[in-house]
Each structure stands twice: as structure tokens, then as C-alpha cells.
């Protein structure tokens, strides 16, 4: 069964360094996204990204971070300076966009420290 | 804005007991809803989902859920608790656009006591 994968698995960082979180969605899906959760917390939305564009953005996605699809397989988030609270766990997912029930897939996560 | 509920941070039960997590939902238009869960250092995987279909919606793993508009609510059942059902379950919804975000609960930690 096809699924998104998500590299790396955990990612230690510097307060400050550039980051890049790794995706591969579902080979046929249009639609892509990031989330992220917080330890302990809820999983919230940060974008989600359609024919090369960002379709939609929350608040917390704000200059720091950026997203990409530089080739027809990947998809990537970049996080420019990172800050202490951007340590959480980021989930990519992908949906097909087709059918009426959109249902999202999503990777197993990278879980973001940074120190 | 949507939103959802969910009530309880923690749920024990005891194996073979009824599971019932309970979630309230709030949505401007008819909702998608939908039930996920986690388990230990592990993405979030679908269990059932609502599509404005039928109402009482059969997922995965012998759980299922049933969409009360009356009482905005959705919450998810399962009549006989498995050990391996110990996991994080997250109601969500989302409005039936082609690409609208998913908008998750707090999340519901199930723990089954043997």
C-alpha cells in the first residue's frame, strides 16, 4: 500500500540553524500538507500547498518558514532560524483531491529538537 | 471557525469493556469529521471518517462512529476493549473543500487495564 515517508526520523538542531524536513506523498496525490505538534499538545495545521502554490497558511507559519516541491517527488519545509519553541513533531500528509471525501495521508513524522 | 472538542484528556477501560470517546464538534457548514489515532512514536493513522453519508460511519479495528447533528456530536465506540487499542485518538474536522485543512482535537489518551 502506498504511504508518505518522511526523512529525517528525528533532527537535532542549533537555536538559529536553517533546517529541511523531507517528504515523499503518495505518488499520485495533488494536494499536500504540513502539521505540527508540539509535545503534548494538539496537532495544528501550518500550510497546505496546490499546483505549486500555498493554498492556505496559519498564523504560525510565518517568514521563518517556507515549503517547496523542487522536483516531482518531494516535498519540503524549511524552517530558515530556528527558535526553541519550533521543537515539536512535523507531519507531512497528501490527498489525492479527486473525490469528494479528501482524505489525508499522513508520514510518520520528523521530530524537531532544537537547542 | 471550526473547532472540535474532545472530553476527557485520559480514558481507562478495562479489557473487553465498551470504548467510548467522546468528541463535539462546531462547524459553520456541514462538517467532515473524522476519527485518528496514534500510537507510541508513530504518525497519525485514519480510522473512520464522516462524509455527510451514511450516519453511523464503521472504521477500522472494530471501531465506529455516529454523527449527531442534533447534538454536533461524533463520538467514537468500540464494544469490547483490546490491549492493543492503548493509543492517542484524535477527532478532527474539516470543511468539504478539495484541500481544506484538518483542524484536530486535543486528543484522547486510551488506556485498557487488563
Known amino acids: 500500500e502506498p504511504e508518505v515517508t518522511q526523512t529525517p526520523s528525528h533532527q537535532v538542531t542549533q537555536m538559529g540553524q536553517e533546517v529541511i524536513l523531507r517528504c515523499v506523498p503518495i505518488?499520485?496525490?495533488?494536494?499536500f500538507y504540513w502539521y505540527r505538534q508540539i509535545l503534548g499538545q494538539k496537532v495544528e495545521f501550518l500550510v497546505s500547498?496546490?499546483?505549486?502554490?500555498?493554498?492556505?497558511k496559519s498564523e504560525i507559519f510565518d517568514d521563518q518558514f517556507s515549503v517547496e516541491r523542487p522536483d516531482g517527488s518531494n516535498f519540503t519545509l524549511k524552517i530558515r532560524s530556528t527558535k526553541l519553541e519550533d521543537s515539536a513533531m512535523y507531519f507531512c500528509?497528501?490527498?489525492?483531491?479527486?473525490?469528494?471525501?479528501?482524505?489525508?495521508?499522513f508520514g510518520p513524522g520528523t521530530r524537531l529538537t532544537v537547542t | 471557525a471550526q473547532s472540535v472538542t474532545q472530553l476527557g484528556s485520559h480514558v481507562s477501560v478495562s479489557e473487553g469493556a465498551l470504548v467510548l470517546l467522546r468528541c463535539n464538534y462546531s462547524?459553520?457548514?456541514?462538517?467532515?469529521l473524522f476519527w485518528y489515532v496514534q500510537y507510541p512514536n508513530q504518525g497519525l493513522q485514519l480510522l473512520l471518517k464522516?462524509?455527510?453519508?451514511?450516519?453511523l460511519v464503521k472504521g477500522i479495528n472494530g471501531f465506529e462512529a455516529e454523527f449527531k447533528k442534533s447534538e454536533t456530536s461524533f463520538h467514537l465506540t468500540k464494544p469490547s476493549a483490546h490491549m492493543s487499542d492503548a493509543a492517542e485518538y484524535f477527532c478532527?474536522?474539516?470543511?468539504?473543500?478539495?484541500?481544506?485543512?484538518?483542524?484536530f482535537g486535543k486528543g484522547t489518551r486510551l488506556h485498557i487495564l487488563p
Open positions: 500528509a497528501s490527498s489525492h483531491g479527486l473525490a469528494r471525501a479528501y482524505e489525508q495521508y
Open positions: 505518488s499520485n496525490h495533488l494536494y
Open positions: 500547498f496546490y499546483n505549486n502554490e500555498i493554498s492556505e
Open positions: 462547524s459553520s457548514v456541514p462538517p467532515y
Open positions: 464522516y462524509t455527510s453519508a451514511a450516519t
Open positions: 478532527a474536522v474539516s470543511d468539504q473543500g478539495r484541500d481544506d485543512k484538518i483542524i
